[in-house]
């Protein structure tokens, strides 16, 4: 079983209240938030006022994750608007230990992401701030991309450091996440897994978060 976080990018656009709806009957753990600045990934999605709209609407989680060039400028603004995880990109920080430092002291869970290329050992130092680690199954920017399989070795690797750090930290994988290679990465040691396209452009959208959760398992 892993958490499954379907991200709003794969949404009708002129409906979240809808899909906030639709995921709460659905039985989501949580919603993906992606944020896109254009400069970080070449795409620009929406920023801190929709997330603080998305917060009005909905009692799930916000795993908010911002493909943002150096967003410790707007922890503090996206904190506020009722985030209640912040992800910011590795490679999108020129102070990784100070971005996580910040976003621990508004009170909201912090996450390192990093890009399919970007090896693990960024976390090294940082391990202590880290309350979740996304491995980018993509090259962030755009859903409905394929799945890298490399990512499966990482994401074994990622939580073999998470059992040594004795800490408890959630360990998601972001991008072309569906019900093929959900139950591996489940195995590989997954325990949240986000998908767009694989949950809002399913016939069968509820099914399709049971399969990817493992719910059949159960
Ligand atoms: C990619 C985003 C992902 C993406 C997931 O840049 O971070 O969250 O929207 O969508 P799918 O599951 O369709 O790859
Ligand atoms: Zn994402």
New binding site residues.
Partial sequence: MAMVAP?L??ADFTNFAAALDFLEQAGADMV?C?V?DGSF?PNISFGQPMIAALRKKTKLPLDV?L?VQEPGRYVGEFAAAGADIITVHAEACTHLHRTLQQIKETGTKAGVALNPATPLSVLEYVMDYVDLILC?S?N??????KFIPAVFEKVRKAAKMILASKRDILLEV????NEENAPELRKAGATLL?????VFKNADSAAAIRHIRGDSLL
């Fill in positions: 991200s990018l794969s993906h992606d896109m990934v994750h493909m980018m993509v962030p920017g755009f859903g409905g991309q972001d991008g072309g996440v986000v998908a767009g396209n694989a």
